[in-house]
Nanobody
């Protein structure tokens, strides 16, 4: 079973950029699709975007399209979420999740078995 650990969160000013990483262990990442979710205080967890298991296809929610990019480096067993033009409403704990041999679109709707512990991203105004 894959183990996921996020890192790279922090405090950034509005308009800034941040890259968060999700390192997989115990199982090669090359057979997994990966998704990023976020949860702001007092709100439900929200799907942000995903990359399919091949690494060739991605999907994003409308509010982050054009600002966020998800990529997967199988050699490093790492999934990245690059966030540009950050807004205060992007403040949340960001979680990665993985599922084997899944499409990016499916990651938004199916139950996911593997989750990281989350990393805090805070965007100041």
């Amino acid at each position: 079973q894959v183990q996921l650990v996020e890192s790279g969160g922090g405090l950034v000013q509005a308009g800034g950029s941040l890259r968060v990483s999700c390192v997989a262990s115990e199982d090669p990442l090359n057979k997994y699709a990966a998704a990023w979710f976020r949860q702001a205080p007092g709100k439900e967890r929200e799907f942000v975007g995903a990359i399919d298991w091949t690494g060739r296809n991605t999907t994003y929610i409308d509010s982050v399209k054009g600002r966020f990019t998800i990529s997967k480096d199988n050699a490093k067993n790492t999934v990245y979420l690059v966030m540009n033009s950050l807004k205060p409403e992007d403040t949340a704990v960001y979680y990665c999740a993985a599922e084997p041999f899944t499409t990016a679109q499916a990651m938004a709707v199916i139950p996911l078995d593997y989750w990281g512990q989350g990393t805090q991203v805070t965007v100041s105004s």
